[in-house]
């Protein structure tokens, strides 16, 4: 079945860095693809989506390209800042079909130290 | 527009009780879905309704249950809790089933079973 998988977190980073969050899918067919954020307290949001093959969604400093070939989403910024603490969930969604539903990762848990 | 409506947010049952949680979705938002998320076992699909019918369902015992009105607010409910059921439940609304649009979260409810 379609599953997503990214990288375990936590992850530590000082402010001005360069982050990645690695995610890879499986599914069947063309999938679109989200990152989604959870700051503490609160619900998910969403960050960015690519609907098909070589698509960047982009938001907030926030970059991920749509890589087919890898079956990736990677998320990537140039520089993170302390408010950018927060854990991401990258997640898939098929097009039209009865068993759709969203699928997400487990989550990548995000620190950033001032 | 208003977002995603959850209420309450948080809630304190005994073991065995049943407890109700309601979602309210965006303004013309048909379809609902709800999530279970825990630390040990990330974010799980529960079901999807729209227009009042379930059309998706994850692998959760029958004392999950759910329902959504002619309005598009949606219920859940479980019953004979047990300890393993405190999460924090989380709603979220589309504007098609599928979900093949970006789906939009409530800031949850979270449930603690002692």
């Known amino acids: 079945g379609d599953s997503v998988t990214q990288m375990e977190g936590p992850v530590t980073l000082s402010e001005e860095a360069f982050l990645t969050i690695n995610c890879t899918y499986t599914a069947t067919g063309y999938p679109s693809l989200f990152w989604y954020v959870q700051y503490p307290g609160e619900g998910l949001q969403l960050l960015l989506k690519?609907?098909?093959?070589?698509d960047k969604g982009s938001n907030k400093g926030f970059e991920a390209t749509y890589r087919k070939e890898t079956t990736s989403f990677h998320l990537e910024k140039g520089s993170v800042q302390v408010s950018d603490s927060a854990v991401y969930f990258c997640?898939?969604?098929?097009?039209?079909?009865?068993?759709?539903?969203?699928?997400f990762g487990k989550g990548t848990r995000l620190h950033i130290l001032p | 527009k208003a977002g995603v409506t959850q209420t309450p947010r948080y809630l304190i049952k005994t073991r065995g009780q049943q407890v109700t949680l309601s979602c309210s979705p965006i303004s013309g938002h048909r379809s609902v879905s709800w999530y279970q998320q825990t630390p040990g076992q990330g974010l799980q699909f529960l079901f999807e309704y729209f227009s009042e019918t379930q059309r998706n369902k994850g692998n959760f015992p029958g004392r999950f249950s759910g329902r959504q009105f002619s309005n598009s607010r949606s219920e859940m409910n479980v019953s004979t809790l047990e300890l393993g059921d405190s999460a924090l439940y989380l709603c979220a609304s589309s504007l098609y089933t599928g979900l093949a649009t970006e789906a939009f979260f409530g800031q949850g409810t979270r449930l603690t079973v002692v």
């Open positions: 997640a898939l969604s098929r097009r039209g079909n009865r068993d759709d539903k969203i699928i």
């Open positions: 690519a609907t098909k093959a070589d």
